[in-house]
């Protein structure tokens, strides 16, 4: 008889810990730092790349999303390499990887299973703040 009266205020109390636990999490989620807002400067620093240094919307499109390409190889390949019959939606891509895979794929020219895109893509070799502010402007893009 004395269990079912203690089994009462034990319930009780995990439900009010569970509950207080909850507030408590969720309060600290709340009160988290938010993501600081886009840097207007390197955005526009990253569409000025984009647009006129590397020339993405040759290939990519005037939306960046990507399409079939007009163009071929000249010549023959080398064994084992391909050559991309349509270009990929950059925007997608920019929105898929982590802004940090981004830029470390404009800095190497490897995604982020460390292999190179195919050809006509260029292996960019950009410093840091190019490669972060082209994926920041990437990712200002919608999809």
Do not use: W
Request: glycine share 6%.
């Amino acid at each position: 008889m004395r269990l079912r009266f203690l089994a009462i205020p034990l319930c009780l109390a995990v439900a009010i810990a569970t509950l207080i636990g909850a507030r408590t999490v969720s309060q600290a989620q709340s009160a988290a730092p938010a993501a600081p807002p886009a840097n207007p400067a390197q955005i526009a620093q990253g569409k000025y790349i984009v647009t006129s240094v590397g020339m993405c919307l040759d290939c990519h499109g005037q939306d960046l999303h990507g399409g079939p390409l007009t163009f071929g190889p000249l010549g023959a390949l080398p064994a084992g390499m391909k050559f991309a019959n349509k270009a990929s939606d950059i925007v997608r891509i920019a929105h898929r990887f982590t802004p940090a895979q981004m830029a470390t794929f404009l800095e190497t020219g490897l995604n982020p299973r460390n292999n190179s895109a195919d050809p006509p893509m260029p292996q960019y070799r950009m410093n840091q703040a190019d490669a972060e502010a082209v994926a920041a402007y990437l990712v200002s893009l919608p999809q």
